[in-house]
């Protein structure tokens, strides 16, 4: 018989009925939470591309400030409920931007590999049928963002592309494209926001393809979040 943890880590098994119960909410509704709970408490600290003019340090308030901004960014750009959208980026604070201006907004993140090349990009982006895709220009010498162009020339579903960064290629920069959701009324986000239901998908996330082409598989709000709840749980956070 094989031991379900080795000596030393079996308090990590969760017993049957322990843990924090299962919760009704959105990506949205938990970052609302969180606002409501502690707003001037710091999020996001992040510092390790200031070099690129990547740094962050939010209070919750900040962060869902800045996340009602993308949502409403979305909208203007013409993102529908449900519709789909990359990112490929590493670990930056605008991927959290992202995550949670997209559930504000209804829309669905497709999250790329940041190691990916540029066959992988253009078949995941091809089989989601994203409508736009957010790009950190350049990773570990790489430069994604020309990647990003030769991957999505063939792609007639995909409308925008905005850098992380400057912008490019007559592509604004990410501070313009955010400019854009500006004279979006707030009381439309929040239509959007207040129609989300926990069993719709927040994500779509594409298996490794050890065995075959990457498969996308749908994650929804309550899932997400409840995982996390229950990590964090699981590992005293």
């Not at 439309?188 to 298996?207: K, P």
Request: one cysteine or more; a negative charge; hydrophobic letters at 45%.
């Amino acid at each position: 018989m094989v031991p379900l943890a080795a000596p030393g880590i079996s308090h990590w098994l969760p017993e049957p009925g322990v843990g924090p119960p299962l919760r009704d909410l959105t990506v949205g509704a938990l970052l609302d939470e969180a606002v409501a709970r502690w707003p001037d408490r710091e999020a996001v600290v992040f510092s390790a591309y200031e070099d690129l003019g990547i740094a962050a340090r939010w209070s919750y308030a900040e962060l869902e400030a800045r996340a009602r901004r993308v949502g409403r960014a979305l909208i203007a750009a013409g993102i529908e409920p449900g519709e789909r959208f990359g990112i490929w980026a590493t670990n930056i604070p605008e991927w959290l931007e992202l995550q949670f201006g997209a559930a504000y907004a209804g829309a669905v993140v497709v999250p790329l590999n940041p190691l990916y090349r540029t066959s992988e990009v253009e078949f995941v982006l091809g089989k989601s049928r994203a409508a736009a895709c957010f790009v950190l220009p350049e990773n570990r010498g790489a430069s994604l963002w020309a990647m990003a162009v030769e991957a999505t020339a063939g792609l007639d579903h995909l409308r925008l592309m905005v850098p992380l960064g400057p912008g490019r290629d007559g592509a604004p920069s990410w501070e313009e494209w955010l400019a854009t959701g500006d004279a979006v009324d707030e009381d439309r986000l929040e239509r959007r926001r207040r129609a989300v239901r926990s069993g719709d998908t927040s994500q779509i996330q594409f298996t490794s393809g050890t065995t075959g082409f990457p498969k996308g598989a749908e994650l929804s709000h309550g899932g997400i979040v409840n995982d996390a709840r229950l990590f964090a749980d699981r590992a005293m956070l």
